[in-house]
């Protein structure tokens, strides 16, 4: 599908709003090949005066366009004008494509999975360069690139040979205006408000923000040089009601016996968040002649993110506390008894506050230059720099009712109410934990506590990548081969990744404290849960004045740094195939990877703490053919094949050289037979990553059909078999722990005349057996107005795709049983009016049950299991025409997640599946304008 509600528009198109003469929508961007066939451009309306297509429509002609001409399969989002943004963000408008989900991060989509594969099976480009992630891993966040300063968003589902760096599932390449190609001087200026309906539940953030860019472009007289530079700045806001059940048991041996099953641990959180981003990008382009041309782009962007957290969470566990039940409605699910409703006693909620602050860096920049050497011969030079850098600092602390010493603890009762699809009610308290004269800092935490009354987290990342591409182009336009390319390119990645980890302790032996006035806020209502009101505590204020801090030295601690440097070298060959209506190309890389990754043994079995460093690396080598083709029946139907093989390296925390060992002195203890002298046994054991992995690998077929009606109206279906050769899941592995000493309390149960082997098992990830993913994907795009006059200006665009897979029964235990980033269903519907300068749209997303990614508790990866996720945005705007006081004058509404969609996770429960997270972002209004000139 092409996306009409792009936030990306398509590179170069003039923002025209003339309506007295004829304009067809150009799409230079997408940089046709010699020998290549140029789409025909779409059909121009017309009726007295010609008219400029401009909107949704311009935006559906463009996206079709390039679509059409790539002999790869693609998917293409193009923009309205210069800086429009009708979706909030770049990943918003990808997610509209076929095949092509979002992930939803704090109510915003942030990254994106390709034919149901993760994010690590997908790569992102800008310009055709690989992009540096400040992630844990590789995959981009997209939210990193205001789309008010793109040009054009094309998603390869099969590979480029002349690209480097294209992943397994798919590649997205974000592209940027060519002011010389774009062709004539435009400024574009962009301003909304926002506001986050529902938000400002913590007092010390705002529900309002905004958001606006301008754009420059232009060139000289001649037209052989051209500037474009843009500057977009985004102030949003952002809330979310949260709700988590924890878990649940029937205390077998506790409660009598038959008990239902109750919800034992529970929590009601209220966030806050604020977004700054700020980014420029500015290109150069150069043209003297026809053998000459440059090509220089200039990206940077700063984006803070500040979010809160406060609300109460609490055990009620049987175990602890002498915890009483009384259910009042007990409902069986799968055979299974659940105390849905009823009134629990001796619960001592432990109130939290949270707050974290998360910086990051983004530079690109990029040299391309393009040399005819000869009549028919291109030598072809670029350059490219990107870095990421990431700086975050995650509090928690804790508080309750009361105050006393370390430990002193108050309890409450309450009532319950548990939905199967929304928030819980946990009502009836009798307590007021917004009492700033009762509630206090400190650890109320059941079983002697958390250890600590507050930690401090602080992941920083930074990952450089630099990459160096040769080529020499033959242009032959003759004969079945129209042309040849071969290259070779060069790229170095080094991603470093450490974190500093405190332990907070209240002052005087964690004396439980109350807060000084000038560290609170105003209470923070919990009502969608029924809790009530919790005190606002400024907490990262109130850090120094109330804690001691502790260096956390622990062996997760140390396991979370790493340093991990590569080397690419890529041969790869293209030729250009244009015979009648066969086009399309055939080519191979040859890709070398030497990897090294540095980082440490850690032993905290013993005193002092042993670290070892190490460094460990693996060199290998992959042969990646690919063919793209595409035949023409007519004007307008077409069949295309794609066939390749492709890869995508490993996640970057497989690859850490951390090692984690354990000694088990016990091994003899119960053994057949006995451990008599001179019996070997292996009582090392560990977990950590492996240096060594090599990539993901598959062989991949694309089939499709494709339809092209003309103006904004086309239908694809596509099917697709992926057979994958290999896949990354924790195996046991052997290894040596000889640099290692045995723990004396371990080793000293082991009876005398024993032989201790220094050779153990290390569980980590390794390539084993992989499987095969397969799918159909159908997708399209229509005007009414081809049926009938009086529809004219109506369309709708609209995609749905299936996929399913199959791994070999171990990789998929080892995985949790489910594929990370699968959704069986993704569909997405969008219908649209655009007429005389009005334009309404409404669409809508959907994809079902999935298992994501998120930094979750203590800046840790989770992967939670998610409920079907659904989004209905929509918008209504006006531009005046030509004539008016106001031409080129446009107004928006837009509303973001007008459903107020819940994002839920769920957990199995002895084989019956139950809700766990449930999350409301509430609805985004922008209100706003744009003038172009």
């Known amino acids: 599908m092409i996306s009409a509600p792009s936030a990306a528009y398509a590179q170069n198109v003039p923002a025209q709003q003339d309506t007295t003469t004829q304009t067809q929508p150009v799409d230079p ?19 007295g005066d010609s008219i400029v297509i401009t909107g949704i429509r311009r935006s559906l002609q463009n996206s079709i366009a390039i679509k059409r001409r790539e002999a790869s399969v693609v998917e293409a989002v193009s923009a309205e004008e210069i800086g429009k943004l009708p979706d909030v963000s770049i990943a918003e408008s990808i997610a509209r494509l076929p095949g092509i989900a979002a992930q939803r991060v704090a109510g915003r989509a942030e990254i994106v999975s390709i034919r149901g594969f993760s994010p690590d099976f997908s790569t992102v480009l800008l310009n055709g360069r690989q992009q540096a992630s400040s992630g844990y891993n590789r995959a981009v966040e997209f939210d990193q690139y205001p789309s008010e300063l793109l040009g054009s968003v094309v998603v390869y589902k099969t590979p480029d040979a002349s690209i480097v760096g294209m992943g397994l599932a798919g590649t997205v390449d974000l592209r940027t205006i060519r002011p010389l190609e774009y062709g004539k001087r435009a400024i574009a200026l962009n301003i909304r408000g926002q506001l986050d309906q529902g938000g400002g539940r913590n007092s010390d ?8 860019s301008a754009s420059y472009i232009d060139q000289n007289a001649s037209g052989t040089l051209g500037w474009m530079i843009g500057y977009a700045h985004l102030d949003a806001p952002g809330h979310t009601d949260h709700t988590k059940n924890w878990f649940y048991d029937n205390y077998a041996g506790l409660l009598p016996e038959g008990s239902p099953y109750f919800l034992s641990g529970q929590e009601a959180i209220a966030t806050n968040s604020r977004d700054l981003r700020d980014g420029v990008t500015g290109t150069v382009e150069w043209k003297p002649s026809d053998a000459v041309h440059s090509v220089l782009d200039l990206y940077y962007s ?10 109460a969470e609490w055990f009620s566990d049987a175990w602890a506390d002498g915890v009483t039940y009384d259910p009042t409605t007990v409902v069986n699910k799968n055979g299974n008894d659940f105390a849905v409703a009823g009134h629990v006693t001796n619960v001592a909620p432990i109130l939290m506050y949270q707050d974290n ?5 983004l530079f690109a920049a990029g040299l391309n230059n393009d040399f005819k050497v000869a009549e028919h011969t291109h030598i072809l030079a670029d350059l490219s720099y990107s870095s990421n850098k990431r700086d975050e600092t995650y509090i928690e602390a804790y508080g309750g009712y009361g105050a006393g010493p370390f430990q002193t603890r108050t309890f409450d009762d309450y009532d319950f109410k548990i939905s199967d699809d929304g928030f819980p009610s946990f009502s009836g308290f009798g307590l007021n934990y917004a009492d700033a004269n009762q509630v206090s800092l400190g650890d109320r935490a059941p079983w002697g506590g958390w250890g600590h009354d507050g930690l401090k987290k602080s992941p920083h990342i930074k990952e450089t990548l630099a990459s160096a591409d040769l080529s020499a182009r033959q242009e032959l336009n003759t004969g079945f081969i129209s042309s040849l390319e071969a290259g070779v390119d060069f790229t170095h990645r080094h991603k ?3 974190v500093d980890e405190l332990d907070l302790f209240l002052k005087n032996d964690r004396q439980q404290i109350l807060v000084d006035p000038r560290y609170l806020e105003d209470p923070v209502s919990l009502g969608f849960a029924g809790f009530g009101s919790v005190l606002g505590v400024d907490i990262a204020k109130a850090l120094d004045n109330y804690y001691d801090v502790v260096q956390l030295q622990d062996a997760n601690h140390f396991d979370k740094s790493w340093d991990i440097k590569e080397d690419i070298l890529t041969l790869k060959a293209k030729a250009v195939i244009d015979s009648g209506d066969l086009h399309g190309n055939v080519g191979v890389q040859i890709v070398r990877q030497k990897q090294s990754s540095s980082g440490l043994r850690i032993n905290t079995a013993v005193t002092p703490i042993q670290l070892i460093n190490t460094d460990e690396g693996a060199t290998y080598t992959d042969v990646l053919p690919s063919l793209n083709l595409f035949y023409d029946l007519d004007q307008h139907n077409r069949i295309r094949f794609a066939a390749a093989k492709v ?37 090392w054991s560990a977990s950590g990553g492996n240096p060594k992995l090599e990539p993901w690998r598959a062989k991949e077929v694309d089939i499709g059909y494709e339809w092209y009606g003309g103006n904004a109206s086309y239908f694809a279906l596509h099917g697709f078999y992926m057979w994958l050769d290999n896949y990354i899941y924790n195996q046991a592995l052997v290894a040596d722990f000889s640099d290692f000493t045995p723990p004396p309390d371990q080793i000293s149960q082991i009876p005398p005349g024993v032989i201790v082997s220094p050779i153990g098992q290390l569980t980590a990830p390794a390539n084993g057996k992989g499987g095969w993913v397969r799918g159909i994907e159908a997708s399209g795009s229509f005007e009414f107005g081809r049926l009938a006059s009086f529809l004219d200006g109506f369309g709708a665009t609209a995609s749905l795709s299936y996929t399913d897979y199959k791994l070999k029964p171990v990789a998929l235990n080892e995985i949790g049983g489910v594929l990370p980033g699968f959704s069986k269903w993704v569909y997405d519907v969008t219908g649209y009016y655009e007429k005389n300068g009005i334009q309404v749209r409404a669409a ?16 840790n990866l989770g992967f939670p299991l998610i409920q079907p996720d659904s989004q209905l945005d929509a918008q209504v705007g006006y531009t005046f025409q030509k004539g008016s006081r106001f031409e080129n004058l446009g107004i928006l509404l837009q509303v973001s997640n007008v ?6 996770t769920y957990y199995d429960v002895n084989g019956t599946q139950t809700l766990e997270e449930v999350n409301k972002y509430g609805r985004s209004w922008l209100l706003g304008a744009s003038y172009h000139f």
């Open 844 to 859: 809508y997303r959907h994809r079902s049950a999935f298992k994501g990614e998120v930094v979750s508790l203590f800046t």
């Open 647 to 683: 890869m995508a390296r490993p996640r970057m925390d497989d690859l850490r050289a951390n090692l984690v060992p354990g000694f088990n002195g016990s091994v003899c203890v119960g053994a057949i037979p006995a451990c008599a002298p001179g019996t070997v046994v292996h009582p």
């Open 899 to 904: 459903l107020n969609s819940p994002y839920r």
């Open 205 to 212: 953030f705002s529900k309002y923000g905004w958001r606006g």
């Open 302 to 311: 700063r984006f803070k993110q500040h979010t809160v957290n406060r609300g």
């Open 496 to 498: 470093d990744k450490t």
């Open 357 to 361: 602050k998360r910086t990051d860096h």
């Open 29 to 47: 961007a997408a940089q046709t090949g010699p020998g290549q066939p140029k789409a025909p451009q779409p059909e121009a309306a017309s009726s």
